[in-house]
């Protein structure tokens, strides 16, 4: 199942940080002239203040990790209370899924599902898989070689099991350049949906003849 692991994050001590520091502590004590001096013995030297801010840094990299493998926990729950085929069946969307492979994005498919609004077996986007990133491991938007005429690309897209792979794949890309320069926005519209449905399709024929 796709995961995502994020980068470990570590405080920087900069030049810049510590020049805002001094612009901050100088505010400071001009905006109380009579208290200045107090104020400045109470100021934490930069050293002392770069410290407590890598500390902070990592207390709050640390919880916010945690919270995030409670998230995948969670979610991973929720998949296994699923009867087996749809467990499987939503682990195959979530790794077909166009989005980044967080732990949020996972409960946000779940919950949609749950809500009724995600069809597991025609979800609103290809069957074929993403990576961590949710970029399109298979380019299906790749040019295709075979030519049709507008005319057949729109019967293909009318009954898409009648034709082979190729020429779905074919009048994918035929109904994309035929609405980008239609100036009918009806019709453009029209060629837009059915291609949508093509692409859809063309990742789970992907899958199925890789």
Request: with cysteine.
């Amino acid at each position: 199942m796709r995961s995502k692991k994020p980068p470990p994050y570590e405080f920087s001590d900069t030049s810049r940080k510590r020049a805002a520091l001094r612009r901050k502590q100088r505010r400071e004590r001009e905006a109380l002239p009579l208290f200045a001096e107090q104020i400045a013995e109470e100021q934490p030297s930069e050293d002392k203040e770069m410290a407590r801010r890598a500390v902070a840094s990592a207390t709050q990299e640390a919880r916010w990790r945690d919270d995030r493998a409670a998230q995948w926990r969670k979610a991973r729950r929720m998949i296994d209370a699923l009867p087996a085929d749809e467990r499987r069946a939503v682990r195959r969307v979530w790794d077909c899924a166009p989005y980044p492979a967080d732990p949020c994005r996972l409960l946000g498919v779940l919950h949609s599902y749950s809500l009724g609004k995600l069809d597991l077996k025609r979800p609103p986007f290809p069957l074929s898989r993403t990576d961590a990133g949710g970029a399109r491991i298979a380019n299906l938007f790749a040019s295709s070689d075979l030519f049709v005429t507008i005319l057949e690309a729109r019967d293909i897209a009318a009954d898409p099991d009648r034709y082979p792979l190729a020429k779905r794949h074919a009048a994918y890309h035929h109904l994309q350049a035929a609405a980008s320069k239609n100036k009918d926005r009806a019709g453009a519209m029209q060629d837009r949906v059915r291609a949508s449905e093509l692409f859809r399709q063309l990742g789970e024929l992907e899958e199925d003849n890789a």
